[in-house]
């Protein structure tokens, strides 16, 4: 899906969060994506300071003991099991794994991560459940078609996969966002028909404070089964948070995940920085960050959008002659879809992160 990729020379040297303005010299018009950031000063703290001494492997240190009454705390809910990987490929696989068995179906948008940019992962490690496309506009699932589709899932016919998860995107691929409810009408459709719910929470932070609601309302609380909760594009490095809202499914996880060669001996290192990221609200400022560097984007863009800005991403459309000056002057982004050679106007994906400056963007709207 995503075609041009132009690495800089070097990322920049621009300092932490904390200290903005600070040793940066240039602006660096970059947005391809949020995992193209660093890691602020916080995090890397707090890896240093897990650093010290001798702790035990495989998740069964402290800081993971903490992370998980803290996940449990700010999520609302005291029964939650939470497993961590640094990947959300991974993170979304096993989780759906154990949601679907390999004769069952997932049902997701067409343009969802897990259907296309995971290599086929989720069909791998269920062992073959069949991912089913739901449609809907601005890359979200029509709750009608939903409906519509599991009435004649073939529940019960032997020749047919059996309907076992929906998957959910929050922010969706096309960077527009569910609010609660509409996770919610989604989520009892499913739950209706007898299906687990699965939340790809790449982007969750993002979504969160730019639905103004709480964890607990834009996940259980709307029927969210799992959620993977991203770490890596809102400032950590590779920490995803599988968390199970209803426990039954977390041995069974705990097993899939070794047996995927994703259990980390020094896992402490994992735990330590999403601990310090959830402490003192440090994620909710990051990704607070990233969405203001995206509206102040938007803002530069009116008329070009492609879809309504839910958070930190958008979509807009520009003059190829813009993109080409842009192109020139060393700004970084990815065309959506790719192969537009040879059309008058291209369509760009701009992503914004927490270390996002807005010299960057104010650079980036000039040349535009
Ligand atoms: C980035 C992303 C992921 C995780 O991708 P990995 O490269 O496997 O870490 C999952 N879902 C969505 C929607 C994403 O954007």
Redesign the pocket.
């Known amino acids: 899906m995503l075609g041009i990729c132009a690495l800089p020379p070097a990322l920049s040297r621009r300092g932490p969060l904390t200290s903005h303005g600070s040793g940066y010299t240039f602006a660096t018009m970059y947005f391809a994506s949020d995992?193209t950031s660093g890691l602020p000063a916080p995090i890397l703290d707090a890896i240093t300071r897990a650093n010290d001494g001798y702790v035990p492997g495989y998740g069964t240190d402290p800081f993971m003991d903490a992370l998980r009454d803290r996940i449990r705390t700010i999520f609302e809910a005291p029964e939650a099991e939470v497993m961590l990987v640094t990947?959300?490929?991974?993170?979304?696989a096993l989780a759906l794994a154990t949601l679907c068995p390999p004769w069952g179906a997932i049902y997701c948008h067409g343009l969802?991560?897990?259907e296309v940019?995971?290599c086929g992962a989720p069909e791998f490690y269920t062992g073959g459940a069949k991912l089913v496309h739901v449609g809907g506009a601005d890359g979200k699932i029509d709750a009608g078609a939903l409906g519509d589709m599991l009435a004649r899932s073939g529940r019960g016919v032997v020749h047919s996969v059996q309907p076992a998860a929906l998957s959910l995107?929050n922010l969706s691929?096309c960077g527009t966002r569910y609010a609660a409810q509409e996770i919610a009408d989604r989520a009892w459709i499913a739950l209706d028909h007898g299906l687990r719910v699965h939340l790809?929470g790449?982007?969750f932070a993002n979504a969160l404070v730019a639905e103004g609601c709480t964890p607990a309302e834009l996940s259980w609380r709307a029927g969210v089964d799992v959620l993977?909760l991203?770490g890596?594009?809102c400032g950590l490095m590779g920490v995803?948070a599988v968390i199970f809202f209803d426990p039954a499914p977390y041995w069974e996880a705990q097993l899939r995940r070794k047996r995927a060669g994703h259990l980390w001996s020094k896992h402490r290192f994992l735990s330590a920085q999403m601990l310090a990221w959830l402490e003192d609200d440090l994620w909710l400022g990051l990704a607070r960050h990233a969405n203001a560097m995206a509206a102040r984007l938007e803002a530069g863009l009116e008329g070009r959008l492609m879809f309504p800005r839910g958070g930190n991403m958008l979509f807009a459309r520009l003059p190829r002659a813009t993109h080409d000056a842009l192109q020139a002057a060393g700004a970084q982004y990815f065309l959506w879809p790719d192969h537009q050679d040879d059309l008058a106007e291209v369509s760009v994906r701009l992503v914004t992160s927490w270390s996002t400056q807005p010299q960057d963007v104010d650079r980036f709207l000039d040349l535009v």
């Open positions: 995992n990947t959300g490929t991974a993170a979304n969802a991560h897990i940019d995971e995107t691929e790809d790449a982007r993977v991203g890596t594009k995803e």
